[in-house]
C-alpha cells in the first residue's frame, strides 16, 4: 500500500532526519509514500494570523491535490509527519465545512487556478498511521533489538492531539506511549506531554508579542521534568518540536544554570532501531546530540555500523 504523501516543509531541511526515518520503517511493513506533486507550504501557524482565508487556500490546494491521486470519487487518505502541517489540513477542512463564505471564497480561488477540492481527503499523521494503521501487536512482532531499559519521555506538543482530536485523547494522548511499550522502551508517566514547547516563537514575533526568551523558558521546562523524571530520551511527532528541544539545549544550561543534555528523537528513529535497521537509515548522524544507553552496533550496508 501506498499513501499519498504531504512532507510539508521541514523535513527538506532540519527535520530530514524525520522523513528517512519514516520511509525506513514503512518500507519494513511494504508501505510506501508518494509524495505530491508541486505541494504548497500549508501556512503553519504564521499565516493565520496574517490573513485566514489564505491560510486556508494554501491547505486547500494541497488537499486538492491529493484528491488527484485517487481513482474516480474514492476517499484519499493523506499521510503527513508534521504536526502543524497536519493541524493546517484540518484547520481548512473544518473551516471548509462550516463556513459557506469561506467555503465559496476558497472553492473560487481554486478553479482559478484548474483544482478543485470535493472533500474526499482524511488527513492521517504519521503516528495514527503506525499506531492504528500498522498497529502495536505488528511492530512487536517486527522486534529484533529492544529498547529494553530505555526511558522516554513521550512529547506530543500542542498541536498533534488539540483541538478536536481524531485519533487520540486530546487530554492524555497515549498512541506514542504505546508504539514505544511494542518496541520495549518505558514510557514514562509526565504531565507535559502536551504542553507547548514554544513553537515558533523562537523567531521574535511582532504580531503576538512573543519572544525567544519566553518560548526558551517553554522548552526548558519540558527537558528538566524529563530530566527530573529519569528520562534517557525524549520522543517526539513534530519537526519543531524536535529542533526546539534539541538545538537550544546548550542555551538553556547558560540562560537557567541546569545543565541540560537529553536525547531528543523522532518517533520513527527509536522504532527504527528496535527492527534493526541501520542508523544512517535512520538519520541518527544528522542528529545534534544522540547519547543512549549503549547497544551492540547492528550490521549495515557496508558492514557493521557502530553507534556514533
Known amino acids: 500500500m501506498r499513501y499519498p504523501y504531504y512532507p510539508g516543509c521541514s523535513v527538506g531541511g532540519t527535520a530530514k532526519a524525520y522523513e528517512e526515518s519514516l520511509l525506513a520503517v514503512l518500507e ?4 510506501g509514500l508518494d509524495e505530491l506533486d508541486d505541494w504548497n507550504c500549508c501556512g503553519a501557524s504564521a499565516a493565520p494570523s496574517i490573513d485566514e482565508d489564505r491560510a486556508i487556500a494554501l491547505s486547500a490546494r494541497n488537499l486538492a ?3 488527484e491521486r485517487a481513482e474516480d470519487s474514492a476517499p484519499v ?9 497536519y493541524r493546517a489540513l484540518l484547520a481548512a477542512q473544518r473551516s471548509l465545512a462550516e463556513q459557506p463564505a469561506v467555503a465559496r471564497r ?48 513521550c512529547y506530543y506538543g500542542c ?9 487520540d485523547d486530546e487530554r492524555n494522548p497515549t498512541s506514542m506511549d504505546r508504539l514505544m511499550e511494542a518496541v520495549g522502551a518505558e514510557p514514562l508517566d509526565w504531565p507535559l506531554k502536551t504542553r507547548c514547547c514554544g513553537g515558533s516563537c523562537y523567531g521574535a514575533d511582532p504580531f503576538s508579542g512573543t519572544t525567544p526568551q519566553g518560548a526558551l523558558s517553554l522548552s526548558y521546562a519540558l527537558l528538566r521534568e524529563a530530566s527530573r523524571r529519569g528520562a ?16 537550544f539545549q546548550g542555551e538553556m544550561t547558560r540562560t537557567f544554570g541546569t545543565p541540560i543534555d537529553l536525547t531528543v528523537g523522532y518517533v520513527t528513529q527509536f522504532v527504527g532501531l528496535a527492527l534493526g535497521l541501520p542508523e544512517r ?21 557496508g ?5 556514533a
Open 281 to 301: 537509515r535512520l538519520g541518527i548522524h544528522r542528529m545534534l546530540r544522540w547519547r543512549l544507553p549503549e547497544r551492540e552496533p547492528v550490521a549495515a550496508e
Open 159 to 167: 498541536l498533534l492531539v488539540r483541538p478536536n482530536a481524531t485519533f
Open 232 to 247: 534517557d530520551a525524549v520522543v517526539t511527532a513534530c519537526p519543531l518540536c524536535q529542533f526546539n528541544l534539541e538545538a
Open 77 to 85: 487518505d493523506l499521510l503527513t509527519p508534521c504536526a502543524g502541517c
Open 28 to 31: 519494513r511493513f511494504d508501505l
Open 303 to 307: 558492514g557493521v555500523h557502530a553507534r
Open 106 to 153: 476558497i472553492d473560487g480561488a481554486l478553479q482559478a487556478v484548474g483544482l478543485r477540492y470535493e472533500r474526499r481527503v482524511h488527513v492521517r499523521h504519521v503516528l495514527d498511521v503506525l499506531a492504528n494503521e500498522v498497529g502495536t501487536e505488528a511492530i512487536s512482532a517486527a522486534v529484533t533489538r529492544p529498547l529494553d531499559g530505555l526511558k522516554v519521555a
Open 65 to 67: 491535490l491529493a484528491e
